[in-house]
Nanobody
Framework: QVQLVESGGGLVQAGDSLRLSCAAS????????MGWFRQAPGKEREFVAA????????VYSDSVKGRFTISRDNAKNTVYLQMNSLKPEDTATYYC??????????????????WGQGTQVTVSS
């Protein structure tokens, strides 16, 4: 079992930056592939970014590529999502997820085993 807790969300203006954190506890964190997803009101949860346990496989959605960066610190059992040049359309609840088959970064939310409770990001224009 893995427990995930997100933090770092907030209200910012367009063009600002935020860094989200996802603290993991439980089983060996370093063996898991990790991902970030987001869900805006009335919309489905969508993929944002993910990487494999080693970091050798990393993928981003087209909407955030070049602006967001996913990273991890295995010593701290923490995954980060650095978000730069934020836009109003980035407004959503952001979720961290873990996948116990960690060899590849995957976009499909159905393939993730564990989820956090989410953190709200609101970007004003």
């Amino acid at each position: 079992q893995v427990q995930l807790v997100e933090s770092g969300g907030g209200l910012v203006q367009a063009g600002d930056s935020l860094r989200l954190s996802c603290a993991a506890s439980g089983r060996t964190f370093s063996n898991y592939a990790m991902g970030w997803f987001r869900q805006a009101p009335g919309k489905e949860r969508e993929f944002v970014a993910a990487f494999s346990w080693s970091g050798s496989s990393t993928v981003y959605s087209d909407s955030v590529k070049g602006r967001f960066t996913i990273s991890r610190d295995n010593a701290k059992n923490t995954v980060y999502l650095q978000m730069n040049s934020l836009k109003p359309e980035d407004t959503a609840t952001y979720y961290c997820a873990a996948r116990n088959r960690g060899g590849l970064a995957v976009r499909n939310r159905e393939l993730y085993n564990y989820w956090g409770q989410g953190t709200q990001v609101t970007v004003s224009s």
